[in-house]
C-alpha cells in the first residue's frame, strides 16, 4: 500500500495561483504513473493531468496552457502548478499513483485504474 498525502490548497481570487504537492514517501516503484483528479461539489471526479516515469504528460483539454504537472524523484512528490485559475477550477483535488507495466519505463497512463489515492486537498477560486 502506498501513502499519498496532498497539501497546498486553499482559496484564491480568479486569475491566481496555486501549486499544490502530493507527498509519496517510499514510493517503490520504477515503472508508474501520478496523476492529479478533481471532484467538484455534485460531479464525478475526473483526470486532471498525469504524468509517468519517463516524464510523459498529458492533460485535460480545460487546463492545458494553464497547469503543469510535475514531480520530484528524490523528494517522491508531485506537484500541480495552477495558474490563472477559474471559480470552474474549484474542486477537491487528489493525487493518485500506481505500477504501470512499460518494457521502457514509459508507460501509457491514459486507462490505468489506480490503487492509491490522497485524502485529497480543497481548492477554491472565488470571482
Known amino acids: 500500500q502506498v501513502q499519498l498525502g496532498e497539501s497546498g490548497g486553499g482559496p484564491v481570487q480568479a486569475g491566481g495561483s496555486l501549486r499544490p504537492s502530493c507527498a509519496a514517501p517510499?514510493?517503490?516503484?520504477?515503472?508508474?504513473?501520478m496523476g492529479w483528479f478533481g471532484q467538484a461539489p455534485g460531479k464525478d471526479r475526473e483526470r486532471v493531468a498525469h504524468?509517468?516515469?519517463?516524464?510523459?504528460?498529458r492533460y485535460e483539454e480545460s487546463v492545458k496552457g494553464r497547469f503543469t504537472i510535475s514531480k520530484d524523484n528524490a523528494k517522491n512528490t508531485l506537484y500541480l502548478q495552477m495558474n490563472n485559475l477559474k471559480p470552474e477550477d474549484t474542486a477537491m483535488y487528489y493525487c493518485?499513483?500506481?505500477?504501470?507495466?512499460?518494457?521502457?519505463?514509459?508507460?501509457?497512463?491514459?486507462?490505468?485504474?489506480?490503487?492509491?489515492w490522497g485524502l485529497g486537498t480543497q481548492v477554491t477560486v472565488s470571482s
Open positions: 504524468i509517468n516515469s519517463g516524464g510523459n504528460t
Open positions: 517510499g514510493f517503490p516503484y520504477k515503472s508508474y504513473c
Open positions: 493518485a499513483a500506481d505500477f504501470a507495466y512499460s518494457w521502457n519505463n514509459n508507460p501509457d497512463c491514459t486507462f490505468l485504474t489506480y490503487r492509491n
